[in-house]
């Protein structure tokens, strides 16, 4: 992170966006264990970040139990769909979620206790959920297949992308000016052009879904994404912050980066489970 700082940001987006691709595809593609270990540290480390994100507004959620419930949802899911666990083991899930109520009994000195709860659970809803569903569609025809998961985040990096360089260029009229004004519809196009490109050279090569799938998918995460950065500008917009982290240099921190997932992985797995 030091050596990037030299770079302008433009340069630093670029270096870390190749390096960071190149990490996430490997582990995708390798095997499922790396996939699993992937998602499972991104899982952690993003959910400590929303709750950090919090803790700037004066919310007191409870970072550890937090984590740990986000967590043993995301290995359950997986090791379910992986068929090596009893979906029965879904129970403990309850009892913890328990436990957050509980413990607030003990915190004499917080004034809003259930506004702390209800942020403690959001994490998990908000993160650990959509990322647990990525299990789902991994396994979608009941072995882990890689292409799905691929497919997906080559389809949200090139909308993020072409959204971010048609912006600079031809950018003019806004999206959301209240939430986000430096979107605009061009970005959004320009973005959306991008990732059917994407769509089409991946649908030439792989064939676990037809190829009108793949472009219902790719609807589903130009829409979504674009709603899921939105939803995340929101919340920095509330605790009045630009990034949401600096872990990622050009990008700022893990919510940032994968912000279009987190809205976009419920739509794409209910309608792959459903239609």
């Not at 004004?181 to 994407?198: D, H, R």
Request: charged share 15%.
């Amino acid at each position: 992170m030091t050596a990037l700082q030299k770079y302008n940001n433009l340069t630093q987006r670029l270096i870390t966006g190749i390096l960071g691709s190149a990490a996430v595809i490997t582990g995708v593609c390798y095997s499922e264990w790396t996939y699993f270990a992937l998602f499972f540290v991104l899982c952690g480390l993003s959910m400590r970040e929303f709750y950090k994100l919090v803790g700037l507004d004066g919310m007191v959620p409870q970072r550890s139990l937090g984590i740990a419930i986000g967590l043993l949802i995301f290995a359950l899911t997986f090791f379910v769909e992986q068929k090596t666990a009893d979906p029965k083991f879904f129970f403990l899930v309850f009892p913890l979620a328990s436990i957050v109520f509980m413990i607030k009994l003990y915190k004499k000195l917080e004034r809003k206790p259930f506004t702390n709860i209800a942020f403690t659970f959001l994490g998990i809803f908000y993160i650990a959920m959509p990322l647990s569903l990525l299990n789902i569609a991994a396994y979608d025809d009941g072995k882990y297949n890689f292409e799905i998961i691929l497919g997906s985040l080559l389809i949200l990096w090139a909308s993020d992308t072409g959204a971010y360089f048609a912006g600079t260029r031809f950018g003019r009229r806004k999206l959301f000016e209240r939430i986000s004004p430096k979107k605009s519809w061009e970005g959004f196009f320009g973005g959306a052009a991008l990732a059917f490109v994407i769509t089409f050279i991946f649908t030439q090569y792989f064939h676990s879904l037809d190829n009108y799938q793949w472009y219902i998918i790719a609807v589903l995460i130009i829409v979504g994404g674009t709603f899921g950065d939105l939803v995340e500008s929101l919340l920095k917009r509330s605790i009045e912050i630009k990034d949401s982290g600096d872990v990622l240099p050009g990008h700022g921190g893990f919510l940032d980066r994968f912000d279009g997932l987190l809205i976009s992985a419920p739509f794409i797995v209910a309608y792959l489970e459903i239609f």
